[in-house]
């Protein structure tokens, strides 16, 4: 191979490698309205960018469905497909699980939870915690564990106590490395100083088993994760009390602070990554390198 080749493929090489994976994530959320929104969050500057309309229905959870769909569930525990580039879902059909609409119909145990996915397979919870696998074309769930190891949650969440405070939780799941994980929390809120008033189900990093639905307790993580992503290897989780962006340590929970997320994107109540670059984009980065490099060899012999 001559230097006249070699040089060239070089370039080809080196344009190719520097076109690095996404540094965001996408985000379902609620709005100040509880409308669903859906969206990116850049993981360096924390900027929030909305796409497509809002639903009026909600969001819980997001997953990565089959060939790299994605699925959310609404309050009224409808499966749907949501559009990445559009950010229009589609409705897929009735899970099976719950409506979970304030005031009515409140929260129940069989409300659905949360939603995440597993190399395709998506999972999701009710408020008891049992674990379902939905079916990816029809919405359907099928229940794999009914006493998953994860904790109930103790109260309707986003119901008023008598004493003026209201009750909360969060749940995320997620794959990362080829297993799937979960972080749940319940606590009370007191409007009156806006502080957390007590915690009722202390902030858990579990590791759930995709077969049999079972989940083991790993570690205390923070409280407020609503989402997390595996995003070139580090998991983002987003801290809906602390608006903060934060690397969960999947061997014992613990989390740093990488930064603050824009309060636009709402109320984080999923999150998956934005896929890296397919290997045709990448050839047609390096064909751009290329061009680049002979347009530039051009210019330098007019110019001798």
């Not at 304030?102 to 674990?131: E, K, Q, R």
């Not at 119901?159 to 749940?171: K, V």
């Not at 990093?205 to 609503?226: E, K, N, R, V």
């Not at 608006?243 to 999150?271: E, H, K, P, R």
């Amino acid at each position: 191979m001559s230097t006249r080749q070699i040089i060239p493929l070089f370039v080809m090489v080196c344009f190719a490698a520097n076109v690095k994976a996404d540094s965001s994530a996408y985000v379902v959320s609620a709005g100040i309205t509880g409308d669903g929104i859906f969206g990116t969050v850049d993981l360096n500057t924390g900027a929030f960018q909305q796409i497509g309309p809002v639903e009026p229905d909600g969001y819980f959870g997001l997953a990565q469905g089959p060939n790299g769909s994605l699925a959310a569930l609404t309050y009224a525990g409808n499966l749907v497909s949501i559009n990445a580039a559009t950010g229009v879902p589609t409705q897929i059909g009735a899970t099976g699980l719950g409506a979970c609409v304030v005031p009515t119909p409140a929260c129940g145990p069989t409300s659905a939870f949360s939603l995440g996915g597993l190399n395709g397979t998506i999972y999701a919870t009710d408020y008891a915690n049992s674990v379902f696998v939905i079916n990816p074309s029809s919405g359907a769930a099928t229940l794999l564990a009914h006493n998953s190891g994860i904790p109930a949650s103790p109260f309707v969440l986003g119901s008023r106590n008598a004493n003026g405070t209201f009750n909360f939780g969060d749940e995320a799941i997620w794959q990362s490395g080829g297993k799937l994980y979960a972080t749940y929390d319940a606590w009370i809120f007191d409007p009156t100083s806006s502080s957390i008033a007590s915690i009722a189900v202390a902030p858990e990093l579990y590791q759930i088993d995709p077969t049999s639905g079972l989940a083991t307790a790993i570690g205390p993580t923070a409280l407020g994760i609503g989402g997390v992503a595996d995003v070139n290897g580090t998991n983002y989780a987003f801290d809906d009390i602390t608006n903060q962006i934060l690397s969960l340590d999947l061997a014992n929970g613990s989390t740093s602070v990488v930064g603050a997320f824009d309060s636009s994107a709402g109320v984080v109540q999923g999150a998956a990554p934005v896929p890296e670059p397919r290997p045709f984009m990448l050839l047609g980065a390096a064909l751009l390198g290329l061009a680049a490099y002979r347009r530039s060899r051009l210019s330098f012999q007019r110019a001798k």
